[in-house]
């Protein structure tokens, strides 16, 4: 198992001594973070690699504070400053830095390795990264990562996503409590025997995360608000997958900023399905992190289950509705915060 790192999904292809960054959406996001580019190069060979952009605390350049050492992930809401960036300043990225943490391998010198095992994959990205790269103005050996700073520019660094293994529930509740420790969202447990299938949810992979966990959803309804908000559409319905359908599950109107609602009125507006006084149903395209004190069944939702006091974290434009929870995952947090 690994760290779940709060960041945004990444792959970066390798080849011919040039990287270039894709997001999970498939968008190329290399010039928004154009100091790791340099560093991914210095992989030698053809590479295709699966990890995390994340806002970090670099050791390279060193710094930090009590609340955020040096090593270690900084919160997402400092990432999202990169965002979308076509140019971004040296001054935005040493108030930023990002690190790249790796921890897939697709494809490596002419070979798929989809259906090779994680155990396998594994194996081959800790080669790939531990190959010496030490010449002047490259990156340098590490036993966890590879690290690049400029001539007259900031630095970066490439780290290879540590791996633990848990034998009883004592070590999966402590390696859990570590993560977390690390300023970390908790874990990601991963079958070692398992191939890479992109696209599918299975038990191949599976999330810790907080206690009560928040929930990726997707927007299947908005309508327009009050007051203030009377003329933006600022109240969401949302909903998480059941097998290949989407059942609402909860509504939440607090957690965007004015700006980011007004923009997402307009998108809203363009994608609307069908009106009903004020309740437009859209296209289900958008993606949120939403936060609940607790969870409780309902009928009022199609899945059964309602979320107490839900909240918007954030828009996760990162990610594409495929990629939302599960009601299994509804399931298995409102058992969990049974047994409390």
């Known amino acids: 198992m690994e760290d779940k790192y709060d960041g ?30 340099p560093v991914l ?16 605390n670099s050791s390279v350049a060193g ?3 009590d609340e955020h050492p040096p090593g270690r992930a900084l919160p997402f809401s400092l990432l999202q400053r990169r965002l979308g960036r076509r140019k971004v300043t040296d001054r935005l990225m040493e108030e930023v830095p ?18 090779r095992t994680l155990r396998e994959r594994a194996e081959i990205l800790s080669e790939l ?32 996503a540590p791996i633990a293994v848990a034998h009883k529930p004592e070590d999966l509740e402590q390696l859990f409590e570590q993560a977390r420790k690390r300023g970390n969202e908790g874990l990601m447990i991963k079958d070692l025997e398992s191939s890479y299938t992109p696209g599918r949810r299975g038990k191949s992979w599976l999330k810790m995360k907080r206690e009560l966990a928040t929930l990726d959803v997707v927007v299947t309804a908005v309508e327009y608000g009050h007051g203030k ?16 359908r989407l059942v609402n599950i909860g509504k939440a109107y607090s957690g965007l900023t004015d700006v980011e609602i007004a923009e997402m009125t307009k998108w809203f507006l363009a994608h609307k399905v069908s009106q009903e006084g004020l309740r437009l149903e859209v296209e289900p395209e958008i993606v949120l992190e939403v936060a609940f004190n607790n969870m409780m069944r309902s009928t009022r939702h199609e899945s059964g289950y309602a979320l107490r006091f839900p909240r918007i974290l954030r828009l ?3 990610k594409r ?16 915060q049974q047994r409390k």
């Open 321 to 336: 509705p495929e990629d939302a929870d599960t009601i299994e995952t509804v399931r298995e947090i409102f058992e969990r």
């Open 129 to 160: 990264l531990a190959l010496p790269r030490n010449e002047p103005g490259k990156g340098v050996k590490g036993q966890s990562s590879l690290a690049f700073e400029a001539a007259n520019g900031p630095a970066a660094d490439i780290l290879r």
């Open 63 to 65: 710094g930090g504070d």
């Open 41 to 56: 190069a210095t992989i030698p060979g053809e590479a295709i690699l699966d990890g995390e952009i994340v806002a970090w």
């Open 8 to 37: 945004i999904r990444a792959q970066a292809h390798i080849r011919k001594g040039e990287a270039r960054l894709f997001s999970r959406t498939r968008d190329e996001i290399t010039e928004s973070f154009p100091e790791l580019p």
């Open 229 to 244: 908000r009377i003329g933006v559409l600022s109240d969401y319905t949302f909903a998480v997958w059941d097998d290949e």
């Open 98 to 115: 990002v690190a790249y943490v790796v921890f897939d391998v697709l494809y490596a010198d002419g070979e798929i390795l989809l259906d």
């Open 316 to 318: 996760r434009s990162d």
